[in-house]
């Protein structure tokens, strides 16, 4: 993972950049606030890491590692937008279900290849699960609705670009 992709991960893992807005939930007995997926993408040899995460003040973001001069690439949603915010809290409100059946760690291991690891996160603790992503596809896994929420924030995220060029 490069720098910038690493900070941003990094922000979204963590309640604690939530604390002094208004209207932050904590959803399920785990208290979660913050719900999202991460995949690695083959570039040729190399791997590079997409996150899309939501939290619960309605905020969303999409973010990748790209050969551009940062590094990074990325679209930010949510207020304003009733479609990117409503799937962005069911996928949050899934994820807040799901605690029991993931991991838990103060930090979140990257996926390895062919695999998606999906999370939950509480002020003192990350939840995850890392499965292969033929499985999260799979209608008949748990974690089949938190990922499918997860892909259609990526069509949620690619509607706002098209509707707003300039403002992701």
Known sequence: ???AYENMRGFWLDVKNLEN??????LGPDKISIAG??????DGAHIKYLLIATNSLGDSS???ENNSKSGLGGMI???????????AARMLAHASKLTDKMEKS???PPAQPGNVT??????????YKELPEAQARDNQNPFYAMFAYSQQLVGAFRAQTQENPGHC
Not at 37 to 42: G, K, N, Q, S, T
Not at 77 to 87: A, P, R, S, T, V
């Open 1 to 3: 993972m490069n720098k």
């Open 21 to 26: 807005r208004k209207g932050i939930m904590e």
């Open 37 to 42: 997926v991460e995949m690695p993408v083959a």
């Open 62 to 64: 999409l973010y990748f």
């Open 77 to 87: 949603g949510g207020h304003g937008n009733e479609k990117l915010q409503e799937i």
């Open 106 to 108: 103060t930090q979140l």
């Open 118 to 127: 999906l999370f939950a996160v509480a002020k003192d603790q990350i939840f």
